[in-house]
């Protein structure tokens, strides 16, 4: 069963990634040189933390019968695999000859190493072709530790204790400076764990009881989401990145818990059109960068910068990036759900 309400908060957790990355791109010396809005929306990154726990969310609220049957995992694992892939393998089809024909100045993107990690999405710690994919990594880690308890509930709840204690371990071991980092321990290890776990909670709570007053848990989430953004971007309290993922996730947290129950009982309704532009959240997600540097390639050879404040061309920028993504979700991302959808149901007809 979809819930509108979440399909909308990922809508719009698509959106602040969006209105992060345009504000970059009008920031670039040869636009404007600034942030737009005195950099409002400099803390909008944090739609990737809402998506992270929202991930949690999901996996455990479609998937909990799934746990401690093993005979489940081909499916589940198909279910997600295909949920991830697809659309992601038809952008990197774009950005791929994109990097070969108009590489950076490094040129890294056009290691065929790289390539063939980027495009399985075995990039864990380190940069792959299209930058943004590293959320998708941390995604493929998520499912791999639901699979576990899929197979087996006491493997799954070992692997997920060792990652959380560890984390922590870890963590406080780095900032005590008395253990020398490394990049895939800083994968495996990072708070973005909490993030998908808090989400997996929310999920149980939810599926065994009521919660009172949603709209206050909606408030209050809304409150401590946005509050961490202007911290982190008007005060020097939150330098520390790992504060800030706390910070997002627990306003993530009790604002997912406030939508729930709010559809669930009836004090919220989201209107189609939102829900509907909610469901092309990955596209929008996995589009907008791709699209922007066309949308600024096409504003500077046209001399636009000129023509509009900066305002204006953030607007248009957003506007236009997000509606290449809602395009490709309707066009391409949707039709190929649909079909491998269909893939298990047929092998388990036969």
């Known amino acids: 069963m979809k819930i509108s309400s979440v399909e909308c908060g990922r809508g719009v957790?698509?959106?602040?990634?969006?209105?992060?990355?345009?504000?970059?791109?009008?920031?670039?010396?040869?636009?404007?040189?600034?942030?737009?809005?005195?950099?409002?929306?400099?803390?909008?990154?944090?739609?990737?933390?809402?998506?992270?726990?929202?991930?949690?969310?999901?996996?455990?609220?479609?998937?909990?019968?799934?746990?401690?049957?093993?005979?489940?995992?081909?499916?589940?694992?198909?279910?997600?695999?295909?949920?991830?892939?697809?659309?992601?393998?038809?952008?990197?089809?774009?950005?791929?000859?994109?990097?070969?024909?108009?590489?950076?100045?490094?040129?890294?993107?056009?290691?065929?190493?790289?390539?063939?990690?980027?495009?399985?999405?075995?990039?864990?710690?380190?940069?792959?072709?299209?930058?943004?994919?590293?959320?998708?990594?941390?995604?493929?880690?998520?499912?791999?530790?639901?699979?576990?308890?899929?197979?087996?509930?006491?493997?799954?709840?070992?692997?997920?204790?060792?990652?959380?204690?560890?984390?922590?371990?870890?963590?406080?071991?780095?900032?005590?400076?008395?253990?020398?980092?490394?990049?895939?321990?800083?994968?495996?290890?990072?708070?973005?764990?909490f993030q998908f776990f808090a989400g997996f909670l929310a999920a149980l709570l939810l599926m065994r009881q009521r919660v009172p007053r949603p709209l206050v848990f909606l408030a209050a989430g809304a409150i401590v989401f946005v509050g961490t953004g202007m911290v982190e971007v008007y005060t020097s309290l939150l330098n520390n990145q790992d504060l800030r993922k706390l910070g997002y996730g627990l306003g993530a947290v009790l604002m997912l818990i406030g939508l729930v129950e709010g559809e669930r009982c009836g004090v919220l309704n989201v209107p189609r059109l939102w829900a509907k532009v909610g469901s092309t959240s990955y596209s929008i997600y996995l589009v907008h960068v791709f699209a922007l540097n066309f949308i600024v390639k096409g504003f500077e050879l046209a001399g636009l910068k000129t023509v509009f404040p900066q305002t204006v061309t953030y607007v248009m920028f957003v506007v236009l990036a997000a509606g290449a993504g809602i395009a490709y979700g309707f066009l391409i991302e949707q039709p190929l759900q649909r079909l491998t959808r269909q893939v298990p149901l047929r092998s388990r007809t036969a």
């Open 13 to 193: 957790a698509a959106l602040l990634v969006v209105l992060v990355h345009a504000g970059s791109f009008t920031a670039w010396p040869k636009f404007y040189g600034e942030r737009p809005l005195w950099g409002l929306f400099d803390w909008c990154h944090a739609g990737v933390d809402f998506f992270f726990v929202l991930s949690g969310f999901i996996i455990a609220y479609v998937h909990w019968r799934d746990v401690d049957t093993p005979a489940a995992v081909t499916t589940y694992a198909w279910r997600r695999i295909s949920r991830i892939y697809p659309p992601y393998w038809g952008i990197m089809l774009l950005v791929i000859p994109m990097y070969i024909l108009s590489p950076t100045v490094t040129r890294y993107e056009q290691d065929p190493t790289l390539m063939v990690l980027s495009w399985f999405l075995l990039t864990p710690g380190f940069q792959s072709v299209y930058a943004i994919s590293w959320s998708l990594v941390h995604e493929m880690f998520f499912y791999l530790l639901f699979a576990m308890l899929v197979l087996s509930w006491r493997l799954g709840s070992w692997a997920g204790g060792f990652i959380l204690v560890g984390t922590l371990v870890y963590q406080t071991l780095g900032y005590a400076g008395l253990i020398k980092t490394h990049f895939l321990l800083d994968f495996i290890f990072n708070f973005y764990n």
